[in-house]
């Protein structure tokens, strides 16, 4: 057992078909991890799992050494965060607003923000960018603008598990680049973030672990150089690519040349 996320032998099901097949997962504290995989993988189911939304039916799932499944609701939100693509709770309301939800795990019963609070709040606005939105409704936002004001949220909630499903869909190219870095220097100051991603070049260029799921197995899990290889991308998403170095950051660099043929994928 680690101080990070520790998942063993994690299965799911969903109507009769089996979607997270015995997964095991180690996200050590303070790590950025990419969730990678092609449509279908599973990647949503498992951050579900992780974030409590739906429960295992088998395997133990773990963060800083505790059983993730007997905390108390409340004592989980305070500790895990997940940011998906829409917020389906709050269409009405404006985007300070939205921002604010996260703190709502460490209020108390009936209590409004407090200065401290009300601090958090704007602190997570400004790291996206977001001042000059945030007295607008949340549903008038486009997608790349929600997509921010989501990760806002999670940030104002001050997790110690940070879970992200495609955080960077929807956002232009600098959008991309400063969440990520972000995500990494959050990731830095010690909070364990787990992102779904579907952009390989962007898993390779800023995670310190990528972990691969395919039919909801994990197929290939470690460093980026390490896994991410012309033949593991050929496998897994059907696509030829050669993998270089970047010349400045030394990182994989993935150019693709096309979809391989006699892959057994099903066309999209
Ligand atoms: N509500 C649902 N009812 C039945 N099956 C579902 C439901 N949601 C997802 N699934 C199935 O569960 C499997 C895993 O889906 P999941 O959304 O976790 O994959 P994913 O890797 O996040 O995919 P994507 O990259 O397309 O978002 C898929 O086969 C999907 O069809």
Same mark, same amino acid.
């Given at each position: 057992?680690t101080?990070?996320? !520790?998942? #063993? ?8 078909r ?14 950025l ?6 449509n ?5 189911t ?5 974030a409590?939304?739906? $429960?295992? !039916? ?8 505790? !059983?993730? =499944? ?15 693509? &829409?917020?389906?709770? #709050?269409? &009405? ?5 939205v921002?604010?939800?996260g ?10 923000l407090? !200065? ?6 704007a ?8 001042e000059?939105?945030?007295?607008? &409704? ?7 603008e929600?997509? $921010?004001?989501?990760l =806002?949220?999670?940030?104002a909630?001050?997790?110690?598990l ?11 190219v600098?959008?991309? /680049? ?9 990731? #830095? ?8 991603l ?7 260029a800023?995670a ?8 909801g197995?994990v197929v290939?899990a470690g ?8 033949g ?5 998403w059907?696509? &030829?690519?050669e993998v /270089? ?5 030394? $990182? ?17």
């Amino acid at each position: 057992m680690t101080d990070g996320l !520790d998942l #063993s032998r994690v299965r799911f099901s969903r109507a009769g078909r089996l979607v997270v097949d015995d997964v095991d997962i180690t996200a050590p504290e303070g790590s950025l991890g990419a969730l990678l995989g092609p449509n279908g993988a599973g990647k949503s189911t498992l951050l579900h799992l992780i974030a409590g939304i739906e $429960r295992a !039916d088998a395997g133990a799932l773990a963060f800083a050494g505790r !059983d993730l =499944a007997a905390l108390r609701r409340r004592d989980r939100a305070r500790r895990v965060a997940l940011a998906e693509q &829409e917020t389906h709770d #709050s269409p &009405e309301l404006r985007v300070d607003e939205v921002v604010a939800l996260g703190r709502t795990p460490h209020l108390g019963p009936w209590a409004g923000l407090g !200065d401290r609070d009300r601090h958090v709040v704007a602190e997570a606005i400004a790291a996206l960018g977001l001042e000059p939105l945030a007295a607008r &409704e949340y549903a008038a936002l486009s997608g790349g603008e929600r997509q $921010r004001v989501n990760l =806002a949220r999670a940030l104002a909630q001050e997790p110690e598990l940070l879970l992200l499903d495609e955080p960077t869909n929807h956002l232009d190219v600098r959008a991309q /680049l400063t969440s990520l870095e972000l995500l990494r220097s959050l990731a #830095s100051a010690g909070c364990t973030v787990l992102a779904a991603l579907h952009d390989l070049g962007l898993a390779a260029a800023y995670a310190d672990h990528v972990i691969v799921l395919d039919g909801g197995r994990v197929v290939a899990a470690g460093a980026p150089a390490a896994v991410l290889q012309a033949g593991l991308i050929r496998d897994v998403w059907g696509v &030829e690519a050669e993998v /270089l170095e970047h010349p400045a950051t030394g $990182r994989p660099l993935i150019a693709y040349s096309g979809v391989a043929t006699g892959s057994n994928r099903a066309p999209v």
